[in-house]
Each structure stands twice: as structure tokens, then as C-alpha cells.
């Protein structure tokens, strides 16, 4: 069974760095892509960044591109997801999820962590 | 990047009642999008991907179907754990984006 838990979520003042963890188990980390998506409190869902299963390619969203670094372990069977210059609009439940396998390459996320909450604040 | 209309944003229902929720892609997706599911304080749920295959373990109340650019999710007879919030969400190109959901509502 495809096990996601996410960790690292705190309150960071604007401006600030955090690094999110997700801890994999269950399936073969290195053979798939990784997603994150949030989620702002009572909002809808925002796709954030995909890395590939070798940690070669990497996307992100417009909003978090140059500010957020998407990495992994594949030794650690880990993501993360390094976040700098953090503003208030970043706050939000952060999710991993793994993505679905079925296109050969870069797909949809399928299966789901349960989130952790992130709130920028002074 | 793609934009992603979904409406209704809120559905006032009934249990029995056919739902649909529609998604408008602002350019040609290729078949390449999901639909997933999401109760308060839960992680998404899968429900549908390339447009109209149903994921494994899904009721076959949902199906999926798609037009051109408008993508539609069916629930054929609306449960009562259907109520819940659904997005639809383009994986053709980068960045993905999602639609801004749907509120399926007790009438």
C-alpha cells in the first residue's frame, strides 16, 4: 500500500525558509515521478511542482518559481520541498502525492499524503 | 498557461439526482485530464483520469467524457458520500493547473 507522510509544516514570518519533508513507503520510490500541490485554508487546489524519478527534470508553478526547489533521495525514499523568500499567500496545507505511472513519463498525481500545514506570519 | 473554467462553483443536489460538472480547457488538452474528489479535511481523491477511465475501486456512477476542449464529470445517481468538492485538473502541458471545484451541496 502507497504510504505518503508529510512533515516540516510550522508559522515562518514573511521572508523566511522551510524545508518540507515527505516520507515514502510501499511502492518503488525511484520509478516515479513526485507532485506537491496546496491547498490555502478553505481554497482550492494548486499544483506546485513535479520532479522526475531520476530528480533530472523539474516544474514548478509561476507562483513559486524561483522561490521553491523541488529535490529527492531516492537512497531516503524522500521529497522535499525547499521554500524561500516565504509571503503570506504561501500559506496553505502542502501535499505529496505520487504520481500515477501511467504515461511513460510525467503524468497525474494518484495517491496522496495527508498534508501539512504551512502558515506564513508575523 | 492553460486556464481551467469549471462550473458550476456550487451544486445544490439531492441523493438520486444526476449531477454534472463541467471543465473548460482554454486550449486542447489530448485527452490529458483527471477529476478527483475531496472531503473537509482530507486529501484528494482520484476518480478519473485521461479524460474518462475510471481509477480502480471507483463506483461506476462516475463517469468521465470529453468534447473538444469541455471536459464533463457524470454522477449517474447521486449517494449520499458524494457530497464533497470536486476538481478537475489538466495534465497536458506545464504548469499543471486545476479548476477551482465544485461544491456538491444537500439541497
Known amino acids: 500500500e502507497v504510504h505518503l507522510v508529510e512533515s516540516g509544516g510550522v508559522v515562518v514570518q514573511p521572508g523566511g525558509s522551510l524545508r518540507l519533508s515527505c516520507a515514502a513507503s510501499?511502492?518503488?520510490?525511484?520509478?516515479?515521478?513526485m507532485h506537491w500541490v496546496r491547498q490555502a485554508p478553505g481554497k482550492g487546489l494548486e499544483w506546485v511542482s513535479l520532479i522526475s524519478w531520476d530528480g533530472t527534470s523539474t516544474y514548478y508553478a509561476d507562483s513559486v518559481k524561483g522561490r521553491f526547489t523541488i529535490s529527492r533521495d531516492n537512497g531516503k525514499n524522500s521529497l522535499y520541498l525547499q521554500m524561500d523568500s516565504l509571503r503570506t499567500d504561501d500559506t496553505a496545507f502542502y501535499y505529496c502525492?505520487?504520481?500515477?505511472?501511467?504515461?511513460?513519463?510525467?503524468?497525474?498525481?494518484?495517491?496522496w499524503g495527508q498534508g501539512t500545514l504551512v502558515t506564513v506570519s508575523s | 498557461d492553460i486556464q481551467m473554467t469549471q462550473s458550476p462553483s456550487t451544486l445544490s443536489t439531492s441523493v438520486g439526482d444526476r449531477v454534472t460538472i463541467a471543465c473548460r480547457a482554454s486550449?486542447?488538452?489530448?485527452?490529458?485530464l483527471a477529476w478527483y474528489q475531496q472531503k473537509p479535511g482530507k486529501a484528494p481523491k482520484l476518480l478519473i483520469y485521461?479524460?474518462?477511465t475510471l481509477q480502480s475501486g471507483v463506483p461506476s456512477r462516475f463517469s468521465g467524457s470529453a468534447s473538444g476542449t469541455e471536459f464533463t464529470l457524470t454522477i449517474s445517481s447521486l449517494q449520499p458520500d458524494d457530497f464533497a468538492t470536486y476538481y478537475c485538473l489538466q495534465y497536458h502541458s506545464y504548469p499543471y493547473t486545476f479548476g477551482r471545484g465544485t461544491i456538491l451541496e444537500i439541497k
Open positions: 486550449q486542447s488538452l489530448s485527452g490529458w
Open positions: 510501499g511502492f518503488s520510490f525511484d520509478d516515479y515521478t
Open positions: 485521461t479524460a474518462s
Open positions: 502525492a505520487r504520481d500515477s505511472g501511467e504515461c511513460g513519463g510525467d503524468c497525474f498525481p494518484a495517491d
